[in-house]
């Protein structure tokens, strides 16, 4: 029989991330009347054979896969499993032309392009066809590891243990085995006292100041994920004995050291760590891991504008989480039986910067413009304080360290693209002490779209490092701002670079608006390093 895996969401690689620094997203296409995601899946749900296959599973082919390749028999294989999309065609945002790009192929690398954060595997479930065959020489090759009669792992020995007093014996899965040289690997201990349990983690390196750490402690399993760089380590453990649910986290930035503290519930000697779990002690390009998401609760919801709310969320009790600026998270939902996920950036709950009394709260703020026809964004509409919303931790590719030195910053905002910038412009008044120069061009349609804009005008009061400047497509009369959508003429009037400036420039809104800024801006003089673009 076919062994065909559980349909969770999302998949280790599962399509859940924004395109990288530097590319411009998919093009959405305009889909016809009926062809929504809501109305995708009451037509997956209808009981049809999406598959023409009658519901068999069958093992595909390459020299098979490659005969289901035109616009009325397509199909494609993504991560070993192949579906018939065909049907799916005309419900596809990119329109059909980036289906077919993946006709009769593996669609593997030119989805993971674009589409990595989406959930294929709920959204295609009734599509697919099979499992792709493996030859037999593929799975040889996979494992290059010596036999050992110790080993548990079908006769071949493990990579080293991991370091540290805990020396567990860790079972690492091939995609788990670390890319760099074993020296730069980050290593871990643990210590006790009378009273808690300490984890300590050496990364061998400097880290940022805020948002490389994230530890999730649910009953007697710890949960902790670095990041650096583009790198992440973990470690996952069934603690040895039972602990409080509350967690702390201290870490020397300098050094790189970081420790986890918690708090025995009894007086008791541990006679080790715990036992490792999936991914203990695993050290992965960032890319390559699974998103985790933690159950989070709706704690206030407050109208910033006609049609756009500021949704507060609490961590779980046992969750240490702090997103970076310029870093955004997905919110999954389960919706008409289907899990959908989606790409919010958390912003601060006001764009004013308060000396001297840091942030008490750990809680997310989400700026989410709630659209007529958006079935994620009506739902989050829907619910009532106290339910429960899938948070993920930090994505994305933008790093602080690219705006250290830079004298001059750009925000080139379009509706909700504001986000990311919301907390960035704080940030660069109050952390980096080159900055002469914060300036935000914000698009939008009609006045009643434009996004904390008492706020923005009493920052722009406060400090005279930071410019506003609003652009309206459908004025009224009485508007004595900019109009118009973004243009040359515009952009040239306001990105200067007095002499001896670095500048840098951050884009974010609807695909076609950070297209076509970039585009211009680069045409404008400024170069691949000195524009980033927010992408969702």
């Excluded at 006709?103 to 295609?124: K, P």
């Excluded at 300590?200 to 490389?212: L, R």
């Excluded at 890319?287 to 998401?293: G, I, T």
């Excluded at 933008?398 to 509706?415: C, D, E, S």
Aim: aromatic share 8%.
């Amino acid at each position: 029989m076919l062994n065909v895996p559980t349909q969770s969401f999302p998949a280790p690689s599962s399509q859940q991330r924004v395109a990288p620094a530097g590319q411009s997203g998919r093009n959405k296409v305009a889909l016809k009347p009926g062809h929504s995601l809501m109305d995708w899946i009451r037509f997956a749900k209808s009981g049809r054979d999406l598959t023409g296959l009658r519901g068999r599973l069958i093992e595909v082919t390459e020299e098979e896969l490659k005969k289901h390749n035109t616009r009325g028999d397509c199909w494609t294989c993504i991560r070993g499993m192949v579906y018939n999309v065909t049907p799916y065609m005309d419900y596809h945002p990119g329109g059909e032309e980036e289906l077919m790009k993946a006709a009769g192929i593996d669609g593997t690398d030119l989805f993971d392009q674009v589409h990595r954060w989406v959930n294929y595997e709920s959204m295609l479930k009734e599509c697919l066809v099979g499992r792709m065959a493996i030859k037999a020489s593929a799975s040889v090759k996979a494992l290059p590891l010596k036999k050992d009669r110790n080993s548990n792992l079908n006769g071949l020995s493990p990579p080293p243990p991991p370091t540290g007093s805990s020396s567990l014996f860790v079972s690492l899965q091939p995609s788990a085995l670390p890319p760099p040289a074993k020296d730069s690997r980050p290593r871990y201990d643990w210590f006790q006292t009378d009273t808690t349990v300490n984890l300590v983690v050496y990364t061998k390196q400097k880290i940022p100041s805020s948002g490389s750490t994230t530890v999730d402690l649910i009953g007697d399993v710890l949960r902790m994920e670095v990041l650096l760089g583009k790198m992440s380590y973990m470690l996952h453990l069934q603690l040895a004995e039972v602990v409080e649910e509350s967690v702390a986290v201290q870490t020397a930035f300098g050094s790189g050291k970081i420790q986890v503290s918690m708090c025995k519930k009894a007086k008791v000697k541990w006679t080790s760590l715990g036992q490792p779990l999936k991914f203990h002690n695993t050290f992965l390009y960032k890319k390559d891991r699974a998103l985790y998401y933690r159950e989070c609760v709706l704690m206030s919801k407050t109208e910033v504008n006609h049609n756009t709310h500021l949704f507060q969320l609490q961590l779980p009790r046992g969750t240490i989480m702090h997103v970076p600026v310029g870093k955004h998270v997905y919110l999954k939902a389960l919706i008409q039986d289907s899990e959908v996920v989606k790409p919010y950036t958390p912003v601060e709950q006001t764009v004013v910067p308060v000396s001297h009394n840091p942030r008490q709260s750990s809680d997310l703020f989400l700026m989410i413009k709630v659209y007529p026809d958006g079935l994620f964004t009506q739902h989050l509409n829907s619910l009532h304080i106290g339910d429960h919303v899938f948070v993920s931790g930090p994505e994305g590719p933008f790093t602080l360290k690219r705006i250290r030195h830079v004298t001059h910053l750009y925000l080139l905002a379009a509706g909700t693209g504001f986000t990311p910038m919301a907390r960035l412009i704080p940030f660069a008044l109050q952390e980096l002490s080159s900055m002469r120069k914060t300036k935000l061009l914000f698009f939008n349609r009609q006045e009643k779209d434009i996004l904390w804009r008492s706020e923005l005008d009493e920052l722009a009061a406060k400090d005279e490092r930071f410019e506003v400047e609003h652009v309206l497509s459908e004025p009224c009369e009485t508007w004595a701002g900019q109009k118009g959508r973004v243009q040359q003429s515009i952009l040239q009037e306001v990105l200067m670079r007095p002499e001896g400036s670095r500048c840098y420039l951050c884009v974010c809104g609807p695909a076609a608006f950070t297209e076509l800024t970039r585009g211009l801006v680069k045409d404008l003089g400024f170069s691949e390093e000195e524009i980033h673009t927010f992408q969702g």
